[in-house]
């Protein structure tokens, strides 16, 4: 609880490394800082969709092994100097084969580790409670080897963070202590704009990050299929910056995730800040895991039609439906909320 954090208020140095998935260490990292931490964010490479970033150290781009592994050192020996608290994301970590990690822990470092999809999706476990996981190309899970990648991040790193309880499954039974932390971003500075239901041609917007992860295939074909009897626009854009996106979101009328993978992930939440309905498979046994008036439209591949057809027949479902996810995602989503957790979890290290 906020009461929590101000009874222990500590200053706490935070480093957020090395990855930024869909720039959610940076969204982590500034949420902490309203609760009074000091938090960096340090990658190994830019990221592809122009998430920022505190320093990037550029390692992927040294060709030099030796090269590489001077910086990789140099910047792991300025970690132990400047840092309290250690946040590790996708299952990454500072120095080949998890050496940083024995280290940390033998000096007393606090550590926390970030699952954030494909770093832990386990491929048995996800076809046995996913019946659209067979639907997805190119997505080859060594279990084997996620396992011990999972025990072995485990022997140093006791509490393990995962977005939601998609993720929880498959990291909880290797971790003393895992704890769902939803993705964060800054309401407060975003201007909803809610869908005009007098808008003859609404937008449709669909943005993956991988076409095959996201089942934009089988949307394409409902939206081929829609277009024969419904009047509207659809942009599936990929390769853009997150502003480009964001912007792309602003204007929609409609926002489609993805079919395939059974939790809503950061295009979802940016789509419901923006108060903008939004479609996403959500897997039956985690509907109830989500809080109360979650307002995704849960839909697959089998209905996402039928879904998409609904909404642009009903212009004031969609207003409604928009207003309703900006309240949302003010209460599970915002940086003050997350960056709350976060400092909870911190705190409990010590």
Known sequence: MVTGVKKNRAYLR????????????????????????????????????????DRCLETKAVRSRIIRW??????????????????????????????????????GKRM???????????????????PYFRHIEGYERDDALIAARLR???????????????????????????????????TREIVPE????????????????????????????????????????????EGKTNQEIRKLLAASDLVVDQLLLGAYGVVAIEAMALGKPAICYIREDLVERYPPGLPIVNAGLYDIEKALQRLLRQPSLRRELGMAGREYAERQHDSRVVGNMLMEIYLSLY
């Open 152 to 186: 072995k991040i485990a022997q140093y790193i006791p509490v393990a963070i995962v977005p939601d309880h998609e993720l929880y499954g498959y990291v909880s039974p290797f971790f003393h202590r895992t704890v769902v932390v939803p993705a964060a971003i800054p």
């Open 70 to 107: 001077a910086k990789l050192r140099a910047f792991f020996l300025e970690s132990l100097r400047d840092y309290d608290v250690v946040h590790f994301h996708f299952a990454a970590s500072l120095l080949p084969g998890y050496k940083d990690l024995k280290v940390f822990r033998a000096l």
């Open 14 to 53: 935070v480093l957020h490394c090395p990855v930024n998935i869909a720039g959610q260490a940076w969204a982590y990292a500034r949420a902490v800082e309203e609760w009074g931490a000091s938090a960096k964010v340090v990658t190994f490479a830019r990221h592809p969709f122009g998430f920022p970033e």
């Open 194 to 237: 809610y869908p005009d239901p007098a808008r003859r041609r609404p937008l449709v917007v669909h943005c993956p990050s991988k076409r095959n992860l996201k089942g934009s295939g089988f949307l394409e074909d409902a939206v081929r299929s829609l277009k024969k009897d419904h009047q509207f626009d659809f942009v599936l854009a």
């Open 112 to 130: 926390v580790m970030n699952f954030w999809g494909s770093d832990a999706r386990l491929g048995r476990e996800t076809a046995r409670l996913n």
